[in-house]
């Protein structure tokens, strides 16, 4: 591997940190900034009533649903990413513990991100995100 491979995937694995940090401490400017301004954001497979859409329309979606959380924390671990010029495909493992309001005991799931990373101007970002939940423990309301 050359040294800019291992630097584009140092950062790219960067990006992976910011997305989780952005969402456990609320801060959506930063969980935005991993993405391009259209990029498109698909969290259904939690639950089909859960939306698909771009950056920002999703950034509102995850305030409201997971900025009441008293606590959360991502674990975003066993890092793929296959370069190809300015373009990568990213394959991330998660682990999130959460304590959702309403319920008594904490809830875990866990699962895949699939991102297709781009080469900008301002570095590399996510163009594309879908998450592929795996399983879910004490599962809130609302969720299939």
């Known amino acids: 591997m050359d ?11 960067e ?3 910011r997305y989780a940090r ?12 991993v993405f391009t301004p259209e990029a498109v954001i698909d ?3 939690t639950s089909s009533s859960l939306p ?8 509102a979606w995850l305030a409201k649903g997971m900025g009441p959380m008293p606590w959360k924390i991502h674990y975003v ?8 010029g300015d373009r990568a495909k990213v394959i991330a493992q998660f682990y999130n513990p959460m304590q959702v309001p309403g319920l008594a005991e904490p809830s875990f799931c866990g699962g895949y991100y699939f991102h297709d990373f781009v080469r900008t ?6 163009e594309k995100l879908t998450e592929e939940l795996v ?4 599962k809130p309301g609302g969720v299939d």
């Open 43 to 45: 969290y259904t497979s």
């Open 3 to 13: 040294l800019q491979a291992l630097a584009d995937k140092l950062e790219i694995q």
């Open 77 to 84: 671990t066993n890092v793929e990413i296959d370069l190809d």
């Open 121 to 126: 101007p301002d570095g590399w970002k996510s």
């Open 52 to 59: 698909v859409g771009k950056r920002d329309e999703m950034a």
């Open 15 to 17: 990006q992976l940190a």
């Open 135 to 138: 399983w879910f423990v004490n």
């Open 22 to 33: 952005g969402v456990d401490t609320n801060d959506f400017d930063l969980w935005k900034s």
